[in-house]
């Protein structure tokens, strides 16, 4: 394990800034591992955020100091069950006690090796992961494939919170147990799958390179804006006797709205007449090595968030402790611009950022809100660890506007 914290955990993965700071004492730097040792304990935000505010209290470390917090916080974020290569699995978090079939390769432990999670179809007890596979067989040669199982087979079960949740803890014990290419996460579903894929892949769209879903569709908020920096395709057919395709003609429709207000989104729409409720004539080939061409940007400088989970409180660089409406923010060398809705935002930094070496300015709708050099931060560096366990999304400054 310590060999995959190496690899994964690189100084070129943590750029920071080279001014100096007061830095921590030796008892302020043992003091600071004992909380974050208790921050990535507790699994509560109110928990996490007391003790936060105690970490703040000491919140002036060094460039050093980062670096061995860093190294501090990656080993905590790694502790916990782990899984071997067998399948199926049983997901080790007791609360979402779901399995799913798993495709491992060989070099998965020795070298970052991307991740493909396919969501089956289904409803009120049917469906499972044997199913999507015969269906997709294997969408990523060579990456390591995923096919879970509902924890519950309900109508919609993809679009609930648990099931959800018991992706999100897949994600996480995967991480902990193979050194996963995070730059390369995909997800793909057919039918009630395709809703999932919608739904999970939209609210948390900063954790994938490439989406699919497949014959199913979205509603509510907090999926399409997300979508600004990652790619989807999206078909269905107008014959589908089971699933309707005016869902996704309306979300294919959004987004075309949305790329024309701002900007790029990447993505593809087929609208069949002829296919019923299958796939294309052609197979998922295409449309899975279209998706294995895109790897993440982990840190876009132009970001929407529409937030609607309560504890999808990240997105890139942005936090929010509460669900909000949307919020668009760009990064234009040192200036940061915010509009929409701003309340109670954080914005997460590193250098592949801004120079934090100079001073940021933050705008809040055209108005000034900040223009100061940004100091480290051991609350950021903990924050984003914790919550993203991912070297490619390291924060190590913070500014609240």
Known sequence: MGRILLALFTFSSLAIAQDKQDGLTAKELADAKELMKQYFAARAWDERETIAAKLQEIDHPSKGDIAALARHGFAL??????????SPQKCTDPAFPGSYILQVPGSARARPTGLFISLHGGGAGVGDGS??????????????NVFPTVT??????????????YVLAIIDEIKRSFLVDTNRVYLAGHSMGGFGTWSIGGRHADLFAALAPMAGGTYGSGVLPNLKNTPIWIFHSTDDPQVSADSDIRAAEQLAKLKAKHG??????????????????????????????????????????????SYK??????????PGGLVEAKIDGNTIELTGSTTGLEILLNDKL????????????????????????????????????????????????
């Open 264 to 309: 790029p989104f990447d993505y593809v729409w087929k609208l069949y007449n002829d296919i019923g409720h299958g796939i294309p004539k052609d197979g998922v080939k295409p449309i899975f090595d279209w998706m294995l061409k895109h790897a993440r940007d982990p840190n876009p400088k132009h970001v929407l968030w529409e937030g609607s989970r």
């Open 313 to 322: 409180q990240f997105f890139y660089w942005l936090k929010r402790e509460r």
């Open 354 to 401: 801004v120079k934090l070496g100079e001073p940021v300015v933050v705008k809040v709708d055209g108005q000034e809100r900040h223009n100061a050099k940004v100091k480290y931060s051991m609350v950021a560096l903990a924050e984003s660890i914790a919550a993203k366990n991912d070297p490619e999304m390291v924060y190590v400054a913070r500014i609240k506007p």
């Open 152 to 165: 519950q087979k309900t109508d919609g079960a993809w679009n609930s919170e648990r099931e959800e949740q």
């Open 131 to 144: 199913a999507i596979q015969g269906l997709f067989g294997m969408p990523a040669p060579g990456m390591i």
């Open 77 to 86: 974020a790694r502790r916990g069950p782990l899984i071997d290569s067998k």
